[in-house]
């Protein structure tokens, strides 16, 4: 956990809009924005969902294929 919460305030500091945060022995993924300078978690979709990214465009990534 002290690693995730490293990367959080690095991704904060550097200005990162969206991150997605995998965790493989759970099979989710959770969805972070940038939003007036607090990084806030949009979501945690479970192993059986698509994700939309909120930065790309077009870009979908169905979970079923990732896990």
Do not use: C, S
């Not at 991704?11 to 993924?29: A, D, H, L, S």
């Amino acid at each position: 956990m002290l690693d995730l919460k490293f990367k959080h305030q690095i991704y904060k500091t550097f200005g990162v809009k969206e991150y997605w945060i995998v965790n493989p022995q759970e099979k989710t993924v959770d969805v972070y924005i940038l939003k007036e300078g607090r990084d806030t978690l949009k979501g945690v979709y479970l192993k059986e969902k698509t994700i939309e990214a909120g930065i790309i465009p077009n870009l979908k990534v169905d979970l079923r294929e990732v896990f």
